[in-house]
């Protein structure tokens, strides 16, 4: 077997300033995207309290990244990721303002504009934020940068969504959207302060690494990579709890909605925090506790939603919704750093861009599917949440199946894409060191 040495969180930062940057400029971004996320759905209870009315919210959240994304992706890999991520901070800054336009239910449309394009801005800096982290952090510690990103999300949604509810609460709306446009100016600063090494694309990468079509025909002759991407539009299938919170907040909740919706996404966000980090700690980062931690995220996330059906009060919603996402984390995590792991640099903008629009589709499926099943079928809360249960099953047996079907390969001596096997008795199929172009194979234990 082969050993190696993790770096911790603060010594990560402490001794990559360049990641440090990056990690800054998530912190404040994300901590003003949560907070817009809390004044919106404020927003549009203020002005309808239509279950569609959310969920189309919902929809003009996701499904505009489905069409930025193939073009995202080739503008990722060719430019600066670096300069990607400033731009569309800087107009992200200004189309937040624009939500100070909105007075009553007539300017509902330019809600849905605004988040139109500032969803569609995102779609630009997520995969340019996800395809750089290799270029700042050794090949060694990349399970432990992934880790921290996804432990900063969780804390930043718990804390800028408490931030968020108390600051509607407090102050209003419009307090909510200046304070976040300013997020967006800061963390552009601090990405102005990364110094990337990156590899020019001429040097590193097929002459035809700019072609979206190029980047699928990889994805199709490396099974593991393509699975792999597939992952988080599995965990997507319950996306519709987004759609789902705001209405519990606001028909089973007796606080005020914008406070219940701001407790029920803070528990989102703590529960989040702890996955990736208590399976680092209790099991390690071997590529196959990631494989087998994923599986049983899907399952055990599946019985949170059991239990949120069953939930009527504050403190138990905001228990189940806790573990449904402290599951969730683990399979958005660890699936994150396999494809940093796997997949070669030149392709990482793409293969983030084909993630994101893939997760969005099907989130954006799922919420209108929340929205329509309350006002179409008058479906309650508990039914919805049993469904949820139910499609989250699905993507958790089709990836223990591949696992099966991998593992059963590699046993006959046989390669899976570049995945090939070194001995049978053993099954990592992607090495933790080494380097990502060349073949992975099978880690003995």
Same mark, same amino acid.
């Given at each position: 077997?082969?050993?190696?040495?993790?770096?911790?969180?603060?010594?990560?930062?402490?001794?990559?300033?360049?990641?440090?940057?990056?990690?800054?400029?998530?912190?404040? %971004? =994300?901590?003003?995207?949560?907070?817009?996320?809390?004044? !919106?759905?404020?927003?549009?209870?203020?002005?309808?309290?239509?279950?569609?009315?959310?969920?189309?919210?919902?929809?003009?959240?996701?499904?505009? !990244? *489905?069409?930025?994304? @193939?073009?995202?992706?080739?503008?990722?890999?060719? *430019?600066?990721?670096?300069?990607?991520?400033? *731009?569309?901070?800087?107009?992200?800054?200004?189309?937040?303002?624009?939500?100070?336009?909105v007075e009553d239910q007539d300017a509902l449309w330019l809600v849905y504009a605004l988040v139109i394009v500032e969803i569609s801005l995102?779609?630009?800096? =997520?995969?340019?934020?996800?395809?750089?982290?290799?270029?700042?952090?050794?090949k060694n510690d990349l399970v432990t940068a992934n880790a921290l990103s996804g432990s900063t999300w969780s804390v930043m949604l718990a804390f800028g969504a408490a931030l968020g509810g108390g600051v509607v609460y407090l102050f209003g709306i419009k307090i909510a959207f200046i304070l976040d446009a300013s997020t967006f100016l800061l963390s552009a600063w601090f990405i102005s302060r990364i110094v990337p090494q990156e590899k020019s694309n001429k040097e590193d990468s097929p002459k035809q690494s700019g072609e979206l079509s190029d980047a699928i025909r990889y994805l199709i002759a490396e099974p593991?990579?393509?699975?792999?991407?597939?992952?988080?539009?599995?965990?997507?299938?319950? +996306?519709?709890?987004?759609?789902?919170?705001?209405?519990?907040? %606001?028909?089973?909740?007796?606080?005020? @909605?914008?406070?219940?919706?701001?407790?029920?996404?803070?528990?989102?966000?703590? +529960?989040?925090?702890?996955?990736? *980090?208590?399976?680092?700690?209790?099991?390690?980062?071997?590529?196959?506790?990631?494989?087998w931690a994923i599986a049983s995220a899907f399952f055990l996330k599946a019985l949170s939603y059991i239990f949120i059906a069953y939930s009527h009060n504050l403190w138990t919603l905001s228990l189940g919704v806790a573990l449904a996402t402290l599951f969730g984390s683990i399979i958005w995590v660890f699936s994150s750093a396999l494809i940093h792991l796997s997949a070669p640099d030149h392709y990482l903008g793409r293969v983030f861009s084909f993630e994101l629009a893939l997760l969005t589709l099907v989130m954006g499926f799922s919420n209108f599917g929340v929205g329509y099943a309350v006002d179409g079928w008058e479906m309650n809360v508990k039914q919805i949440a049993?469904?949820?249960?139910?499609?989250?099953?699905?993507?958790?047996?089709?990836? %223990?199946?591949?696992?099966?079907?991998?593992?059963?390969?590699?046993?006959?001596? =046989?390669?899976?894409? %570049?995945?090939?096997?070194?001995?049978?008795?053993?099954?990592? @199929? !992607?090495?933790?060191?080494?380097?990502?172009?060349t073949k992975s194979q099978v880690e003995v234990k």
């Open positions: 077997m082969q050993t190696r040495k993790t770096i911790g969180y603060f010594r990560l930062l402490q001794q990559n300033p360049s990641f440090r940057n990056l990690w800054y400029g998530q912190v404040v %971004s =994300e901590l003003g995207d949560w907070l817009n996320s809390i004044a !919106i759905y404020a927003l549009i209870l203020k002005l309808s309290d239509s279950g569609m009315a959310m969920a189309g919210a919902m929809m003009a959240k996701l499904l505009p !990244i *489905v069409l930025v994304s @193939p073009i995202a992706g080739v503008v990722v890999d060719r *430019v600066s990721r670096k300069n990607v991520m400033i *731009v569309s901070d800087l107009l992200r800054c200004v189309v937040v303002l624009g939500f100070l336009l995102s779609g630009f800096f =997520e995969p340019a934020r996800s395809a750089i982290i290799p270029s700042l952090v050794p593991m990579v393509l699975v792999l991407s597939l992952l988080k539009a599995g965990l997507a299938v319950a +996306g519709g709890i987004m759609t789902l919170i705001p209405l519990m907040a %606001s028909q089973l909740l007796s606080v005020s @909605p914008s406070l219940g919706i701001g407790i029920l996404y803070s528990a989102r966000g703590l +529960g989040a925090a702890l996955g990736p *980090v208590l399976v680092r700690r209790i099991f390690g980062e071997t590529a196959s506790v990631l494989h049993l469904w949820m249960a139910g499609l989250v099953l699905i993507p958790g047996l089709l990836w %223990s199946g591949f696992l099966v079907f991998l593992r059963n390969r590699l046993a006959k001596g =046989e390669c899976v894409g %570049s995945v090939c096997p070194v001995d049978p008795s053993g099954f990592n @199929p !992607i090495p933790i060191t080494g380097d990502r172009s």
